[in-house]
């Protein structure tokens, strides 16, 4: 698309439509997400929010027995778990305003990949085989996604004619043409045949919302990142603005792997009790991001020992599995840049590809709370913030973040629902800490993580010596291995000195399985 005279924008459309269908798995047009803009031209950044946003008639009995408590899977799986997606109104939007090129050019390449097929790649076919029985039990997800009821080996040619018809349509008709006319009434038909309570309004009344991004300072840097509804920045914000208190180097040094896990720990609690679609609920952004109020949460960490949970010092606590997501950072030569989070939740979403589309939908309904005490599928409890209602959107941890200093610009951003929040946050303190930049390092590091609930460190398996562990468990953490490596980031660098650009890929998004 660069080369084709578009610009960075017209790049991320491009790069997000052929994800969408060389990954299904992870993020599609069923979809929704969260584009970072930075425009070059007169500095202007703004974040388009394509979040899925839940039908009108939503109910949250839909999801409960008649004891009140949830049904098992039906916020992952079917019509009821599908909110009304975002992605085409956000390619929509994003080439009307931004990109340089028409819909149909960005869209050219997606539309070849799913009319003639791409071969599958060795992580496509693991996910297929790790996901074969919902595949199986899904709709019209078998047809597409297998290869006669099994999952596809390495080398075969996966084509999606109808999900070429449905980018076409896009591509001439824009955003209308998927929320008005023939592919919308498809649509709502296919979803509610499934279970779900979709109206032709949900989708007719959709729309992008260009939202203020989330910005700080952290020790000099500039750091821009998601606004609500995701909790990215403000969680990032939080944790960062408690480590300005300590001035953490080695990120990975058991004494300041503590610190950065008591400000998790903090950041976290903030985001289960206040956080939520700011088009709902009021949310105290302000003052959770204050350097004051860092101040105050960082005086209650005790550098020697790990705050038991009832006196981290948040108000009274109101009271995994894992998916799949893509992010992918764009710079062009002029310097716009795209930190792009797009994602239809669980590994295939709700598992239900609608009608005759081709269009795979997403499971974000199960990114609300249901109930206080009720945990989601990354093991986050929310509170009121986040409750289901009509027309609102799920509270995300989708962290597309720029950190601008001296030496440069650095667009990142991963999957791996709530602990993105940790990764892009180790990855800031890493670069912070680096003298020379090193990408590869950045991504490469290994992970630990904490959400507040479960009260427990998670860390990668093979990460971490006996010898760590020890000084964290010296410290009062309980320590849990993870089953797996997790997250799968993308970075782009351009240098402030010279304009000359890098970028790196996580080596764990060669790794098969789940993120
Ligand atoms: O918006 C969110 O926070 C989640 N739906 C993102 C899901 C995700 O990152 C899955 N990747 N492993």
New binding site residues.
């Given amino acids: 698309m660069l080369r084709h005279g578009g610009n960075a924008f017209d790049a991320a459309i491009a790069v997000g439509a052929a994800l969408a269908v060389v990954e299904p798995y992870?993020s599609g047009l069923g979809g929704g997400g969260f584009w970072l803009l930075h425009r070059a031209a007169d500095g202007y950044q703004t974040m388009l929010d394509a979040?899925e946003t839940a039908p009108a008639a939503v109910l949250l009995s839909m999801y409960l027995d008649d004891r009140g408590k949830p049904i098992p899977g039906a916020t992952r799986q079917g019509g009821k778990a599908a909110a009304i997606p975002g992605v085409p109104a956000g390619m929509a939007h994003l080439a009307r305003n931004y990109g340089r090129l028409p819909l149909a050019q960005s869209l050219a390449p997606a539309i070849a990949l799913a009319r003639d097929g791409f071969k599958v790649d060795p992580r496509y076919a693991n996910i297929a085989k790790l996901r074969e029985r919902f595949l199986l039990s899904g709709i019209n997800t078998a047809r597409i996604f297998l290869d006669g009821n099994q999952a596809p080996r390495p080398g075969y040619l996966l084509r999606q004619p109808q999900l070429a018809a449905t980018l076409e349509l896009i591509a001439r008709e824009g955003s209308d043409g998927f929320y008005r006319g023939r592919l919308a009434e498809e649509l709502v038909a296919a979803v509610n045949a499934a279970g779900g309570v979709w109206s032709i309004s949900d989708l007719k009344s959709y729309r992008v919302v260009e939202r203020a991004p989330v910005k700080f300072s952290y020790q000099g840097a500039t750091i821009t990142s998601a606004a609500l509804p995701?909790?990215g920045g403000i969680t990032l914000a939080q944790t960062l603005n408690i480590l300005e208190q300590f001035k953490i180097s080695d990120a990975r040094a058991p004494a300041s792997a503590h610190l950065v896990i008591e400000a998790l720990r903090r950041g976290f609690q903030d985001r289960a009790l206040y956080l939520g679609d700011s088009d709902f609920v009021p949310v105290p952004t302000s003052k959770l991001m204050a350097k004051s109020y860092a101040k105050s949460r960082a005086a209650g960490i005790d550098p020697a020992a790990a705050t038991p949970i009832d006196r981290l010092g948040g108000d009274t606590p109101i009271q995994s599995e894992?998916?799949?997501?893509t992010h992918y950072s764009v710079i062009d030569a002029e310097g716009n840049r795209v930190g792009a989070?797009l994602?239809i939740?669980?590994l295939f979403g709700a598992g239900v590809v609608a009608g005759n589309t081709g269009i795979l939908l997403n499971d974000?309904m199960?990114?609300f709370s249901l109930l206080p005490e009720v945990p989601d599928g990354?093991l986050l409890r929310g509170g009121a913030g986040n409750r289901i209602e009509p027309r609102k959107r799920?509270?995300?941890?989708?962290t597309p973040t720029f950190v601008e200093d001296g030496r440069g610009v650095l667009v990142l951003g991963?999957?791996?629902?709530?602990?993105?929040i940790s990764q892009v946050l180790l990855a800031i303190l890493d670069y912070m800490n680096q003298g020379e930049v090193d990408l590869m390092r950045l991504v490469s590091a290994p992970r630990y993580h904490h959400q507040y609930w479960p009260d427990r460190v998670e860390i990668e398996p093979d990460s971490f010596s006996a010898e760590w562990r020890g000084a964290l468990a010296a410290r009062k953490h309980t320590l849990q291995i993870g089953g797996r490596r997790?997250g799968n980031m993308q970075v782009v660098f351009r240098s402030r000195r010279d304009g000359a650009t890098q970028a790196a890929s996580d080596p764990r998004g060669l790794d098969l399985g789940?993120?």
């Fill in positions: 992870s979040r995701s909790a894992s998916g799949n997501t989070t994602s939740n669980f974000e199960d990114d990354y799920p509270l995300s941890s989708m991963a999957p791996g629902g709530s602990r993105i997790w789940w993120y």
